[in-house]
């Protein structure tokens, strides 16, 4: 008996194509519950948003809320006291361009932050795209020596520079100013960002840039015109992660901005805890509308994102 039921178990799992599909549908199922349970934290903010405090410490928990109360979100945006309904910040000015607008809200900490996040990620990925051009297509005295120094500035931990290059920035004249966030990402991008273009570059054939040098293009020319054309997976990936990195900076902010007209998202979401921390639905809504951006970004440059996160590094 025990030998035919193990004959019948061998010719079940025999065929390769019934094994090949019912692994399928087992990775499938695993990988929606997988799914399942990363959202579900995406979906209690969203559905929290809509509530009322009372709804939020409802037995049994509330998933849709009824009515739904979407003045929560221009309440949460505009910084309004539930309690009052006066603006938290509203005596606050701020400058923009030369201009002066009354009343500080998430406006002001979102355009601050895309100001940074958008100058620092070209920043960041134009240097490091010309560093890494350099360590990957040019031959010069010592350039094994410097790249490996560049590599090695990644063990170096942030804290280590953190005082030395605030009392730098402090002694220009720059604290309580944007330029410590932006000016760094100009001036090379990281050590990371270019070991990452450095990768990609060495995928593309170095005959192209000799036919381009033969038809007389420069060195910048060969970059500019040649391989960063080519390259635009590991750029898009290098421009996601740093814009990401800078949108959901908190501490370099909370070091080098004083004004509150000039503080970011982050900082902006944290005093609005400190004040208002209880009321966890105009919380839930600023956090939602602070994570939109984000993965609008993601989803609109996934293709290359991806393509280039697979392919870095690869000959």
């Given at each position: 008996m025990a030998n035919n039921n193990t004959k019948t178990t061998n010719g079940f799992w025999a065929s390769k194509k019934r094994a090949d599909r019912i692994t399928k549908i087992v990775v499938t199922i695993l990988l929606f519950l997988g799914a399942v349970a990363m959202m579900l934290p995406v979906v209690w903010m969203l559905s929290t948003s809509?509530?009322?405090?009372?709804?939020?410490?409802?037995?049994?928990p509330i998933w849709i809320p009824d009515p739904l109360h979407v003045e929560n979100y221009p309440n949460a945006w505009n910084l309004v006291d539930p309690n009052t309904g006066?603006?938290?910040?509203?005596?606050d000015s701020w400058q923009f361009f030369g201009v002066t607008i009354?009343?500080?809200?998430?406006?002001?900490?979102l355009v601050n932050t895309l100001v940074i996040s958008i100058s620092a990620a070209l920043g960041t990925t134009l240097s490091a795209a010309l560093v890494a051009f350099a360590f990957a297509r040019l031959r010069f005295p010592g350039r094994e020596v410097l790249w490996y120094l560049c590599l090695a500035t990644m063990m170096v931990p942030a804290q280590v520079t953190m005082i030395p290059q605030f009392i730098l920035f402090k002694s220009v004249g720059w604290y309580d100013t944007f330029w410590p966030l932006i000016v760094p990402a100009w001036l090379g991008g990281g050590a990371y960002y270019i070991f990452l273009l450095r990768q990609f570059f060495m995928t593309i054939p170095y005959e192209m840039d000799e036919a381009a040098k033969i038809d007389g293009c420069s060195n910048f020319e060969v970059f500019w015109r040649i391989l960063l054309p080519l390259c635009k997976p590991a750029l898009t990936t290098v421009a996601v992660f740093s814009f990401v990195a800078n949108w959901n900076d908190f501490l370099n902010p909370l070091i080098y901005l004083d004004s509150n007209s000039k503080k970011t998202l982050a900082l902006g979401l944290t005093n609005f805890v400190s004040l208002y921390g209880q009321d966890y639905h105009l919380l839930m809504a600023a956090s939602l509308i602070i994570s939109i951006p984000i993965a609008i970004m993601f989803l609109a440059g996934q293709r290359y994102f991806i393509q280039g996160i697979a392919t870095t590094g690869l000959k």
């Open positions: 809509f509530k009322t405090r009372a709804d939020i410490f409802a037995v049994p006066r603006a938290m910040f509203g005596q009354d009343g500080v809200n998430f406006t002001t900490y």
